[in-house]
């Protein structure tokens, strides 16, 4: 039996092409299965970063809540805008609140707690914030009444402002937050309160994130004693009097 080459040559040079056709498969599903392995890895990088972030924001929810609705009775809450704080930003005043973030070295200690927003580095070049703490027992120590300070409030995470007072970062990544109050006569939200002698039913704090574009909204229940000190004092009254006729 006799063979043509030129045949021979033809199935040679057809399985070739199909082994080329093969390979340029292959390639393609390869190239199709590391892609979606890349975007699952970064996926679920996203996923753990914003988890992470939830959780820190609801630490620092949870101790502006407990310090809010844990007001003692003469505590007071004041709000300085920009043009009246020190540092040029909303500063959250709580004076007489020795219970308000307590955490650190000393615990009940701090008679006045400034919560406010200070500008951080930012490598992307836009305006970034965070959400920073100043308390009292931050302050250098003077034991011997030289002037000199021994100690700037025990840790390496508290940074100095230009007035001499030291804050605690809390919460990082902020480009706004802002606060309202509640009116019970004219049922809206206020963006100033002007009462000096008692305080909204209700706060509501506005955070604004760097990477988000709507605004978390909280709102935390001022204790009724800071609302209505008279009808508090008349109760507190009223049942001393009834104690005092039992006994």
Known sequence: MRIHADSSSKMAAFSLFEIVIAMAILSMIATAVLSLLWQ??????????????????NRFVMLLRESIEGLPPNATITMNPPESSESGNYELLLENTPTAFVFGETIGSAE???IAMRAEENLDGGSSYELALSRNDFFPEDTDGSGLAFRTGGSDDLVADEQGRYWLPLLSGIS??????WDEDQLEWLDEWTDDEVLPPLLEFALIESFGALPQRFVFEVPDRLVNPEEESQVTT???QTQTQTQ
Do not use: C, H, I
């Open 40 to 57: 699952a890895g970064d996926t679920a990088a996203e996923l753990r970063y914003l988890d992470r972030r939830d959780e820190e924001v």
């Open 112 to 114: 006045e707690t400034f």
């Open 176 to 181: 706004g937050a802002t606060w309202r109050y």
């Open 238 to 240: 009223s049942s001393n």
